[in-house]
């Protein structure tokens, strides 16, 4: 059974930090990338960050460039996002997502975590 199990968001003021996990198994993590996802009230999805298989390329969204870092460890099967410099446009569920390659379609999602930012 393929599985995404998210952990780390809550609530927290502007300017503070957050640590999302995404912890995955049932698939083989080596040949994925992982991607970041977040979904405000009222507004589309919006894709975040990726990284690639092996960790070596990374993407953001202008919006979060600078202040989220993606970071991976294949024998963990896990992905990260560090989330700095927190503003409450950032307030959203988040959402990671396993995909062939970073700008292809996903496959496979996480349950989603509640990341919310008071100003």
């Known amino acids: 059974e393929v599985q995404l199990v998210q952990s780390g968001g809550g609530l927290v003021q502007a300017g503070g930090s957050l640590r999302l996990s995404c912890a995955t198994s049932?698939?083989?993590?080596?040949?994925?990338?992982i991607g970041w996802f977040r979904q405000a009230p009222g507004k589309e999805r919006e894709g975040v960050s990726c990284?690639?298989?092996?960790?070596?390329?990374?993407y953001y969204t202008d919006s979060v460039k600078g202040r989220f870092t993606i970071s991976r460890d294949n024998a963990k099967k896990t992905v990260w996002l560090q989330l700095n410099s927190l503003k409450p446009e950032d307030t959203a569920v988040y959402h990671c997502?396993?995909?062939?390659?970073?700008?292809?379609?996903?496959?496979?999602w996480g349950q989603g975590t509640q990341v919310t930012v008071s100003s």
């Open positions: 997502a396993a995909a062939e390659a970073c700008l292809v379609g996903y496959d496979y």
């Open positions: 049932g698939f083989a993590f080596d040949d994925f990338a």
């Open positions: 990284v690639n298989n092996a960790g070596y390329t990374t």
